[in-house]
């Protein structure tokens, strides 16, 4: 029996070793890559912060034109996402980037100031949303605004950018609206700029790039183990301890 309870005390504390090891683990981490439930361009033709009509071609300009009456109307990007299965319970989101393909840029004076904002979305084009602007606060370290363009030393003078990419890290807002169980995450482009002074075009291709890390299952602290195995050890030999008094009174004369 001594050497029974020995090796279980031995067992035992290998055990929690094995455990106490198992902790340190490294969680693994996913890459997922959403592309756009929805994306299209909405305009507002009389400058009233309304929306008045939308288009869902391949591309969106984003900017001031003149309509025929020579009047000035807005026009903006949106594009939308579904993050309804991202979950704060079974997954944790590390990073999250929003990235755009711009097909044309024409900066004039310097710079082409454009702005970028976040909203909730429903997953379908709408009107309404383009005077919904910032609504959820910042959603990336470049809003408001993000001044594109190379620096021009001719005042006036054009600057014309073709095909690059744009990326915005929208973390916090992506997991604000997945804490808040939001189905869809919108992002939107605008700029108040005169027409005189930049234009850009959009395409409809984005994506949102989101890195997530699995929440690790709850696993007993090494001490908590370590404890357990130790009690086990200790109460098998009081056990057996008593066991020998009690043989030793039986066979007392």
Not at 227 to 253: D, I, M, Y
Request: charged share 15%.
């Amino acid at each position: 029996m001594n050497n029974f309870y020995r090796k279980f005390a031995v067992a035992s504390v290998c055990t929690a070793l094995v455990f106490a090891l198992e902790v340190n683990k490294e969680v693994k981490a996913a890459t997922i890559t959403l592309t756009p439930v929805t994306s299209f361009g909405v305009t507002d033709k009389y400058r009233d912060t309304l929306g008045d009509s939308y288009t869902g071609s391949t591309f969106f300009h984003v900017g001031l034109t003149k309509n025929s009456a020579g009047q000035l109307q807005q026009d903006r990007a949106f594009y939308e996402f579904n993050i309804a299965n991202l979950s704060p319970v079974s997954t944790v989101i590390s990073n999250a980037i929003f990235r755009v393909r711009v097909d044309s840029l024409s900066a004039f004076h310097r710079y082409y100031a454009l702005g970028f904002f976040g909203y909730r979305g429903n997953g379908q084009p709408d009107i309404s949303d383009f005077s919904h602007g910032n609504e959820m606060g910042p959603v990336s370290n470049f809003e408001p605004p993000l001044y594109l363009g190379a620096y021009s030393p001719v005042a006036y003078a054009a600057v014309y950018q073709f095909n690059f990419d744009l990326n915005f890290t929208v973390t916090p807002f992506v997991n604000k609206l997945i804490t808040q169980n939001n189905a869809f995450a919108g992002f939107g482009f605008s700029t108040n700029i005169w027409p005189e002074f930049g234009d850009s075009t959009l395409t409809q291709d984005a994506s949102l790039i989101i890195t997530t890390v699995d929440v690790a299952e709850p696993i007993p602290e090494p001490t908590t183990i370590f404890g357990s195995a130790l009690a086990l050890s200790v109460g098998g030999w009081l056990k057996r301890r008593k066991s020998n008094r009690q043989n030793k009174t039986t066979l007392q004369p």
